[in-house]
């Protein structure tokens, strides 16, 4: 089945480091990946949903200078939180639809990463 | 715009016995319809899915049936084991979604099933 890798798992680093999460998809190609923010024991919130070759579109609220993506491939996605800072401290989820698939077809995501701004 | 709603947890069950978790959505198109599970510490995992009215999903014992006219997609097992506790999430994608067919989220039912 289609596989979408996230890494790293867990980052642990000092405020005001940048860090950069990397989402996959292993098996298939993905024109359109998506970034969510989970808060413990809260639901998943879109961040963005990031577009192969373009820019990302951000959701409300969410700040696009503070979180940069990069779809540079179309099964590679990138999440940088710039200058992060201990309010950033969440686990943050990508996901990826087939490309080609329509709205029936499930998406696919990746295992999560745990960041911690000490 | 969309929505779902979900029962609030957690639920709390005894090995064996019967699980629902309520679900119910609104949409302004044809939406497909999902359940995710999420295990302590993972991303989510697809269970099972149904894509048009009367369509049962089903996997793992777990089952579900899309109910266009009570806009529900109620979850089920007929026999829980202590493996099923994890965090559940309902879910749509919208025919009529411009965002690229974004998923929207219930606010998830954690389990917890006890031996």
């Known amino acids: 089945g289609a596989v979408v890798s996230q890494h790293p798992s867990r980052v642990i680093c000092k405020s005001g480091t940048s860090v950069k999460i990397e989402c996959r998809s292993l098996d298939f190609q993905a024109t359109t990946m998506f970034w969510y923010r989970q808060f413990p024991k809260q639901s998943l919130m879109l961040m963005a949903t990031s577009n192969e070759g373009s820019k990302a579109t951000y959701e409300q609220g969410v700040e696009k200078d503070k979180f940069l993506i990069n779809h540079a491939s179309l099964t590679l996605s990138t999440l940088t939180v710039t200058s992060a800072h201990p309010e950033d401290s969440s686990f943050y989820i990508c996901s990826a639809r087939d490309r080609g698939s329509y709205s029936n077809q499930p998406q696919h995501f990746g295992d999560g990463t745990r960041l911690s701004i000490l | 715009g969309d929505s779902v709603t979900q029962m609030e947890g957690p639920v709390t069950l005894s090995e064996e016995a019967f699980l629902t978790i309520n679900c119910t959505y609104t949409?302004?198109?044809?939406?497909?319809l999902f359940w995710y599970v999420q295990y302590p510490g993972e991303g989510l995992q697809l269970l099972l899915k149904a894509t048009k009215a009367d369509d049962k999903g089903s996997n793992k014992g777990f089952e579900a049936t899309y109910r266009k006219e009570t806009t529900s997609f109620h979850l089920e097992k007929g026999s829980v084991q202590v493996s099923d506790s994890a965090v559940y999430f309902c879910?749509?994608?919208?025919?009529?979604?411009?965002?690229?067919?974004?998923?929207?989220f219930g606010g998830g039912t954690r389990l917890m099933v006890k031996p």
């Open positions: 879910a749509l994608s919208d025919t009529d979604n411009n965002a690229g067919n974004m998923l929207t």
């Open positions: 949409a302004t198109g044809y939406p497909s």
